[in-house]
């Protein structure tokens, strides 16, 4: 039997744009990792999809999660601290925190995810992200941005 224990108090950390990412590791021998996403008032994602399903699990604040299907209007969550909402793989879906004050969730991924977020992850928030720089990523890892019709 094996036991790996690692210590994250201080665990490698990222900002993408605005949201500060901690990764956390994950199951030894899966493909598995849990990351600690704290999302400031205003922030959160596009409308998206990617072959990793997801588990959010929100520790502080609130977390409004929207999931997209052709031709329905959006069913929206807004999660509050001890839900956990599933995201399956390809579904439409954003996050956004509409609250006055940050929030913390933790989300489970595949690491497909992690090593998107460890390409476009930067030392500081961005004010000005590189949209480009984001988008070409976005592409290399799967990741495809909805089209939102107004």
Sequence with gaps: ??????TTLNGETCW?????IRFLSGPAGSNLELVEVEV?????????????PELFYV???????????????????????????????????NYVNEGNKP?????LI????????REIGTAEPQAQPDFA?????MQRHG??????VP
Aim: a neutral charge.
């Design 110 to 117: 595949e690491r497909s995810m992690t090593a998107f977020f």
């Design 143 to 148: 990741i495809q941005t909805l089209q939102m």
């Design 40 to 52: 400031p008032p205003g922030s959160g994602t596009p409308p998206h999809s990617h072959a990793s």
């Design 59 to 93: 520790i502080d604040g609130e977390i409004t999660i929207r999931h997209f299907a052709a031709d329905m209007p959006p069913t929206t969550v807004v999660a509050g601290a001890g839900t956990s909402v599933r995201i399956g793989r390809d579904a439409p879906h």
């Design 1 to 6: 039997m094996s036991i790996d224990v690692t």
């Design 133 to 137: 720089r984001i988008g070409a990523a």
């Design 103 to 107: 929030a913390r969730m933790l989300v």
């Design 16 to 20: 993408v744009v605005a949201d500060r």
